[in-house]
T-cell receptor, first 114, second 115 residues
Framework: KAGVTQTPRYLIKTRGQQVTLSCSPI?????VSWYQQTPGQGLQFLFE???????NKGNFPGRFSGRQFSNSRSEMNVSTLELGDSALYLC?????????????FGPGTRLLVL | AQKVTQAQTEISVVEKEDVTLDCVYE???????LFWYKQPPSGELVFLIR??????QNEISGRYSWNFQKSTSSFNFTITASQVVDSAVYFC????????????FGDGTTLTVKP
C-alpha cells in the first residue's frame, strides 16, 4: 500500500496570507490527524477528522481549520499567517479496524512564513 | 491531562554501544496506548512500536527492545549495538485507547551515533 502523502512538501508564504495543505491517507484509513512541529513547542496536535467529521481538536486558534472529504483526503487551512506558524505540518492516518489504531505519518509540509 | 516526558534531550554514543532512551508518562486513563517513533532528518515520523497499557510484556525486535513498567509509568527504549543509521530524533507518545487519533508526544531525544 502507498503511504501517507502530503502536498506540497515545501511552502513559503508571507505574513497575512493564507495557506492550504493537503493530505492523502493510506488507502482504507478513515482517520486523519494533523500535527504541528516546531523547535520551541515540539509536536502538537491540531485536529483529527474521521468520516468527514472533526472528532478532536487541539488548542489552536480559529485561524487553523481543516476538513475531510468523502475519499478520506484531508486539507488544513491556516488563514492570516503569522511568523510563528512556520513549522513542519505532519499528517497521520489510522485505521480503526479491531481497535488496533496506529498512526502512520506522512513526510510533512515545511511551511516558512516570512 | 496527558503528559510525556523524555528527559534526555540529546544522547551521543559511539557505534556498537548500547543506548537506552527514557520515557515517562502521566495519564488518568486506565487503558491507553504508548508509542515510539523515529524521525530521521527527512522529517517523516516512522512508527516503531505500539504497546497497550494492559500488556506489560517487554518486546524485542532485532536490535530494538522496549521495557514497559506500569508501576513507574515508564516505557524505555533500548538500542543494542547502535549503528550510525540509528541517528535520529526519537519520540515517545501516548494516546487514549478510545481516542487514538490524538496523541501526546514527548519533546524527543536526539540520538547521535558516531562511527
Amino acid at each position: 500500500k502507498a503511504g501517507v502523502t502530503q502536498t506540497p512538501r515545501y511552502l513559503i508564504k508571507t505574513r497575512g496570507q493564507q495557506v492550504t495543505l493537503s493530505c492523502s491517507p493510506i488507502s482504507g484509513h478513515r482517520s486523519v490527524s494533523w500535527y504541528q512541529q516546531t523547535p520551541g513547542q515540539g509536536l502538537q496536535f491540531l485536529f483529527e477528522y474521521f468520516s468527514e467529521t472533526q472528532r478532536n481538536k487541539g488548542n489552536f486558534p480559529g485561524r487553523f481549520s481543516g476538513r475531510q472529504f468523502s475519499n478520506s483526503r484531508s486539507e488544513m487551512n491556516v488563514s492570516t499567517l503569522e511568523l510563528g506558524d512556520s513549522a513542519l505540518y505532519l499528517c497521520a492516518s489510522s485505521s480503526e479496524t479491531g481497535g488496533a489504531e496506529t498512526q502512520y505519518f506522512g513526510p510533512g509540509t515545511r511551511l516558512l512564513v516570512l | 491531562a496527558q503528559k510525556v516526558t523524555q528527559a534526555q534531550t540529546e544522547i551521543s554514543v559511539v557505534e556498537k554501544e548500547d543506548v537506552t532512551l527514557d520515557c515517562v508518562y502521566e495519564t488518568r486513563d486506565t487503558t491507553y496506548y504508548l508509542f515510539w517513533y523515529k524521525q530521521p532528518p527527512s522529517g517523516e515520523l516512522v512508527f516503531l512500536i505500539r504497546r497497550n497499557s494492559f500488556d506489560e510484556q517487554n518486546e524485542i525486535s532485532g536490535r530494538y527492545s522496549w521495557n514497559f513498567q506500569k508501576s513507574t509509568s515508564s516505557f524505555n527504549f533500548t538500542i543494542t549495538a547502535s549503528q550510525v543509521v540509528d541517528s535520529a530524533v526519537y519520540f515517545c507518545a501516548l494516546s487514549e485507547v478510545t481516542n487514538a487519533g490524538k496523541s501526546t508526544f514527548g519533546d524527543g531525544t536526539t540520538l547521535t551515533v558516531k562511527p
